[in-house]
């Protein structure tokens, strides 16, 4: 009782005194933030708790050990990271230190050798402050001198220009952008396995071409010769989700890929590659190694038992021969691979390349000295790939149509029965696997087309549905490439959904709907067999690839438009390249929603509206993904 009246006088004094401290407060973390870290400060490999974090920790730099190896790395939240300082190693004692001169030195603290450096010293630098976006700014009372988005290692950020005089690099792999605005992978600086160039129309002389990735995971390059950035590859999971942080790295295995990783998580996800086919990566199984797919992931092997792995912990390595050619100058063979090639790639490409039959290809690399492998293409081009000893990368895989001969010291020891290839009872059983395939999906498909078909034949004449074409709708319905439409098409068909035809086919919406709902249950209950065409199971099927078909053709009836994949995915997840992950259940309509194709139309637009945002569409059209020619051609680089 006696302590009311003083309380209630304190409470407004108690709330103008917290009113203060959080303003004051406030303000003090945001000049902290701007001058971060002064010069003098240094981080210690030993104490891993101790970070130089962003203003609201979405970013850090600090210590982070892979292997018991230490890297002074700027992470992001969860610990994925995105920048190191060097790619050597250093030890748990070594130390970062950001000197009174300017200079950033990563020490090695046993030996206090220097490890790396900025080289910053006396150029007027006076802070450093690592932002929100990831960018670790070393400046002098106005400018930015140093940073880290302009010294890359392996990864590029949102916000983070890449431009033609920078390269992003992981072991002996590099990215960079050529002044033509084509983007190159390529190996020890020479061999370039991956050139993707923008269509034949904007090949012009790029001025200064710069590579973004947009946050919700679109990446285009710029240039002022452009009029609008040209997109060069989308994150499947492009403007889903919220607080997700999508990031461009090239990895280890000379893959260049956009991940995905929702803050804290710690965990990144695959959202797209420039190269599909990771055998087709120049280097990656070694020197005289042979990669080749076991079920779907990418193995290195050796040629034979005449070659032992140099580092047996570590197929990647290659191989090496266990008799030198130069010692059995007699004896020297041709060791034959089936179904193999030797990755041929520019600037070697021109030198190396003959026409002849497949026993000349053979035997003019058996005589000639400074030949160690022979590639024949049995496509009926006759050409002849002659390897010398530099480095050879192999390729095994039953589709590919070409024979190869590595020059080996006799007797030839084969690999114990490999898992691989038997030849022509695999590729039947593929070619069957094949057919089934086709014809599941044909089936969903042709049944998805046929309403359409039918909802076309019925409506065309009918009352003013003036919104879209049909044949766009039916075209983005069932191929899940998405098409352009006009602005006005866009409003003219919103309006249409929202004004009217609203009971307008909703049994046979029902009925597909219930198709591909029955033929879910049927499959999450094991029973696929009652799913598959009574005629095909006259067929000795291959049950693997049936599930496989399945799942595949669940992925195809997504509603989503973006949840459908790619042509080029399709195929790999049939060919079991591509793991699967597990189909969304087909989802049942909401209430007094239109027909199929128009809904669709209608979530298409509702996913434009992010991306017209921060694309910068022009006003005139809006543009979704769709697998334009110049993604496509980061999968064609094997032909010659
Ligand atoms: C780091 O923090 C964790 C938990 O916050 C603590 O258990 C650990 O002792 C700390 N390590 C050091 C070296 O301070
Ligand atoms: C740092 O020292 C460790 C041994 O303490 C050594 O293995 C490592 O190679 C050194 N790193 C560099 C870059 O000198
Ligand atoms: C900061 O650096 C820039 C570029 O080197 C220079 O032009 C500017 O005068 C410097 N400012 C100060 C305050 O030193
Ligand atoms: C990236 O380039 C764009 C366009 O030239 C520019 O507006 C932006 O400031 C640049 N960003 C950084 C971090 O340099
Ligand atoms: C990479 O290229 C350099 C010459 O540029 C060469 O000396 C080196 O042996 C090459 N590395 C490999 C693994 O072939
Ligand atoms: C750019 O890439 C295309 C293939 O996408 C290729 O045909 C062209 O030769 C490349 N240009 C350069 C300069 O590498
Ligand atoms: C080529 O690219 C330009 C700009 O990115 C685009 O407007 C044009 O439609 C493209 N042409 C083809 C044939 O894809
Ligand atoms: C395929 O290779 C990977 C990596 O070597 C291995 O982990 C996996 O078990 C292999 N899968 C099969 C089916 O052999």
Known sequence: ????????????????????????????????????????????????????????????????????????????SG???????????????????FLPDGNLRLLNGSSGNLVWQSNTAGRGVSSAALDDSGNFVLKNATVSIWSTFDYPTDTLLPSQNLTNDKVLRSGLYSFSILRSGNLTLKWNNSIVYWNLGLNSSTVMNMTSPILGLQSIGILS?????????????????YAEGSDILRFLKLDSDGNLRIYSSARGSGTQTERWAAVSDQCQVFGYCGDLGICSFNDSSPVCGCPSQNFDPIDPKDSRKGCKRKVEIENCPRSATMLEIDHAMFLTYPPELSSEVFFVGISACRLNCLVSGSCIASTSLSDGTGLCYLKNPNFVSGYQSAALPSISYVKVCGPIIPNPSVSSLNGKNRVGSRWKDWVIAVVIIGTILGLVMFEGGLWWWCCRNGTNFGGLSAQYALLEYASGAPVQFSYKELQRATKEIVSGRR??????????????????????????????????????????????????????????????????????????????????????????????????????????????ATASASAQSLSLPRQTSNVEGASSSLSN
């Open 221 to 237: 390059l710029l240039d002022s010769n452009l009029s609008s950035p040209a997109i060069v590859a989308y994150s499947s999971d």
């Open 79 to 97: 610990g994925i990271p995105v920048w190191t300082a060097g790619t050597a190693a250093a030890d748990s004692s070594a130390s970062l230190h």
């Open 503 to 612: 009971n307008f086919e909703v049994s046979e919406e029902t009925s597909r709907e219930k198709f591909s709902i029955w033929a879910y249950q049927e499959f999450e209950k094991g029973n696929v067999k009652g799913i598959v065409d009574k005629r095909l199971t006259d067929y000795e099927m291959h049950m693997e690839q049936v599930v496989r078909a399945i799942q595949v053709s669940f992925w195809c009836i997504q509603e989503q438009p973006s949840h459908r994949p790619m042509m080029g995915k399709v195929v790999q997840m049939l060919e079991g390249v591509t793991e699967i992950e597990k189909p969304p259940v087909p989802k049942a309509m909401p209430e007094g929603s239109v027909g199929g194709t128009s809904m669709n139309v209608s979530r298409s637009v509702s996913s434009i509206f992010p991306f017209a």
């Open 1 to 76: 009782m006696k302590m009311k009246p003083p309380l209630a006088l304190l409470s407004p004094i108690l709330f103008l005194y917290l009113f203060f401290f959080f303003i004051i407060y406030d303000n003090g973390s945001i000049s902290a933030a701007a001058a971060a870290i002064p010069p003098g400060s240094t981080l210690y490999a030993s104490n891993p708790n101790q970070t130089w974090s962003s203003p609201n920790n979405t970013f850090s730099l600090h210590f982070i050990s892979i292997n018991s190896a230490y890297f002074a790395a700027v992470t992001y």
